[in-house]
């Protein structure tokens, strides 16, 4: 069955340190993964996909997420995190715009 | 380029009654899809019309409807309303031809039913 798990629902973490959001995935065939997100009353925004190729993938507001087939994750990761990047985060897997979704993780941010 | 617009971003409606929602995707984009998001149950897949065909669909029941226009604009129904069924409802749409083409997403539209 397919499946994302995203284990923390709640992260804090103060402005200037380094980030790192769990995903791990369940999916039957190549895995299309995805990292979202969601400001309060807004949609959801794409931060970066995978598909193939590498493994290191660079999204958009300085995250970057890495691929690890043996560990079906796909961990979302900023280097230093600012006030602004307080929202919650989704990752998602699927293909043809079926997408199963994370419950998502919560990132609140401390001054 | 405008990006996906949901129309109304608010409705309130009571049990038993019925409610369209409204998405208008990015020009150009073929594909929408239709989530619903709730605390409880998170993001989950309603069903996805390429081309005013449904291609997929998620485990709701027969109450949640949809169609697609031939300008790929969609609108999404809900029949016989209960109180389960307040969440926001996003829409997103997609080229939909690539395996790995994002959803864009649109702000939603707030359904509460009394």
């Known amino acids: 069955a397919q499946s994302v798990t995203q284990p923390d629902i709640h992260i804090t973490v103060s402005e200037g340190a380094s980030l790192e959001l769990r995903c791990n995935y369940s999916?039957?065939?190549?895995?299309?993964l995805f990292w979202y997100v969601q400001s309060p009353g807004q949609g959801l925004q794409l931060l970066l996909k995978?598909?193939?190729?590498?493994?290191l993938v660079q999204g958009i507001k300085g995250f970057e997420a890495e691929f690890k087939r043996s560990q079906s994750s796909f961990n979302l990761r900023k280097p230093s995190v600012h006030w602004s990047d307080a929202a919650e985060y989704f990752c998602?897997?699927?293909?043809?715009?079926?997408?199963?979704f994370g419950s998502g993780t919560k990132l609140n941010v401390k001054p | 380029k405008a990006g996906v617009t949901q129309t109304p971003r608010y409705l309130i409606k009571t049990r038993g009654q019925q409610v369209t929602l409204s998405c208008s995707p990015i020009?150009?984009?073929?594909?929408v899809s239709w989530y619903q998001q709730t605390p409880g149950q998170g993001l989950q897949f309603l069903f996805e019309?390429?081309?005013?065909?449904?291609?997929n669909k998620g485990n709701f029941p027969g109450r949640f409807s949809g169609r697609q226009f031939s300008n790929s604009r969609s609108e999404m129904n809900v029949s016989t309303l209960e109180l389960g069924d307040s969440a926001l409802y996003l829409c997103?749409?997609?080229?939909?031809?690539?395996?790995?083409?994002?959803?864009?997403f649109g702000n939603g539209t707030r359904l509460t039913v009394t």
């Open positions: 020009s150009g984009h073929r594909s």
């Open positions: 999916y039957g065939a190549t895995p299309y």
């Open positions: 997103a749409s997609s080229l939909g031809i690539d395996r790995d083409s994002p959803l864009h």
């Open positions: 019309y390429f081309s005013e065909t449904q291609r």
């Open positions: 995978y598909f193939s190729g590498d493994t």
């Open positions: 998602a897997v699927g293909n043809f715009n079926k997408f199963y």
